[in-house]
């Protein structure tokens, strides 16, 4: 466990976390105007690996070989110079900080965006420590400054969550609301998991798996490698704890991510290019397209059926739409896999960048 406190005079500002892995949808914009959940869970932190908030820079202007060091390997609308490490935790677990108002983001609509920086100051010293976000279309949260916070120990953090723990408690989110609308968590992860299946496919047509698994990628898989005539798809399997052995040789496999630690499942010496390579997914996703979903928790309801009437409620939750991955996810995870250095990705990225009509749909 630990806690955050100010750099400048040791005042403490969070409750005690543990770490969890980043999420997908950590930076995602979701919708128009929709208002968004808290991001993290209570007594949670979260580090993102990459640069965040200013200064911002264009892939243009930046010198040779400089966004490759910042972690890009093909062009993005902008990327920002500013330092990694920025922690994430949910508004809740901050304390003894302060709003500035006057820092709400030029642009904010419901709420405050952050884009001008760091709007939370530190309630005993006054320094900007945090930047607190709860704008429409943004998940609420709290983002510590790495230049201004320092993690102290806290206590022993608890022991990950073995995979047979995880299967027993099965964390998940489920892919459809009440009212028809696909999960955004779910749109992100599938994207963020998109991007390796396309980095790993050299070009080829992907065959994927019926059932759950073929509504999530087979849309957006065909319309971004179509289906040449003659050449060898690569194929994708679901793999994982509690899972039979794939019924043949594989391409790809699509495992787990540890929610806590962050790694995928399977022996990390075992991946090597003789072997189907190993393409990540949230474990809350994965659980669903692997074990199904449980069914919604029965209503409430007033009165009495008729006579002789069958029950058959609750029904299953169905979506109004065909699932769509979160394109912006999916294009800034693909570009930072370096096999974006490939012309044929480069061109699919610029593609959705210029929004050019064959890729329209999609996403």
Partial sequence: ??????????????????????????????????????????????????????????????????AEALGWYAPVWGISCGLPGAVLIAPGDSWGTVLVPERRGEGSCCGINGADGPNLAC???????ATRIDDCSLWQAVWLDPAAVRR??????????????LLAERRIVPSVDQLGHWSPVWEAAVGAALAGVVAASEGRPVDVPEGRVAEM???????????????????????????????????????????????????????????????PLAAAVWLCLAFGEPPPLPLPASGRLARDVLRDEPLPLRPNWIFRPDGAVFARTLA???????????????GLRHRRPQYQGLF
């Fill in 217 to 279: 990628f087979r849309h957006t898989l065909d319309g971004l490698l179509p289906w040449v005539p003659g050449a060898r798809a690569k194929r994708m399997v679901l793999a994982g704890p509690g899972l039979p052995a794939p019924d043949g040789p594989a391409d790809l496999i699509l495992v787990p991510r540890h929610p806590e630690t962050g790694e995928a499942w399977g022996p990390a010496a075992e991946r090597d290019s003789r072997r189907p390579v190993v393409v």
């Fill in 123 to 129: 309630l005993a010293c006054g320094a900007l420590v």
């Fill in 152 to 165: 102290v120990a806290a206590g022993s953090p608890p022991e990950p969550l073995t995979w047979e723990a």
């Fill in 1 to 66: 466990m630990f806690v955050f406190v100010c750099a400048g005079c040791e005042a403490e500002l969070t409750a005690p976390l543990h770490r969890v892995e980043f999420p997908d949808h950590a930076h995602q914009n979701y919708g128009n105007g929709v208002s968004m959940p808290v991001l993290m869970d209570e007594g949670t932190f979260a580090v993102d690996p990459l640069p965040s908030g200013p200064p911002w820079r264009r892939w243009e202007d930046l010198p040779e070989g400089e």
């Fill in 336 to 350: 930072r896999q370096p096999e974006a250095r490939a012309p044929w990705l480069r061109d699919v990225l610029d």
